[in-house]
């Protein structure tokens, strides 16, 4: 089993940055696909980024590209996503989730076998 909590979101300005954590316990962590979604009020859970457990191979969201990064340290059994440039449509709960299941990159919520309970993101304009 593996409990994941994500920590980090807050209140920001538009062009400011945040830098989520994502901190698992359970010592299969590290050989899991972790995953960021995000979700806002009324819409779907998204794909923001995703990131192999060996941490070599990443793949984000065109509405992040360029401007999100998704990091891991397997040591610390902790996974990151650095978010610069923030928009006030990146406003919502970010979750991480961890896929036990599969090596490839999944960008479907479902198929993910572990999630955090969130960390609210606003950014004002």
């Known amino acids: 089993q593996v409990q994941l909590v994500e920590s980090g979101g807050g209140l920001v300005q538009a062009g400011d940055s945040l830098r989520l954590s994502c901190a698992a316990s359970g010592r299969t962590f590290s050989s899991y696909t972790v995953g960021w979604f995000r979700q806002a009020p009324g819409k779907e859970r998204d794909f923001v980024a995703v990131i192999s457990w060996s941490g070599r191979s990443t793949y984000y969201a065109d509405s992040v590209k360029g401007r999100f990064t998704i990091s891991r340290d397997n040591a610390k059994n902790t996974v990151y996503l650095q978010m610069n440039s923030l928009k006030p449509e990146d406003t919502a709960v970010y979750y991480c989730?961890?896929?036990?299941?599969?090596?490839?990159?999944?960008?479907?919520?479902?198929?993910?076998?572990?999630w955090g309970q969130g960390t609210q993101v606003t950014v004002s304009s």
């Open positions: 989730a961890a896929d036990a299941t599969r090596t490839s990159l999944a960008v479907i919520p479902r198929n993910y076998d572990y």
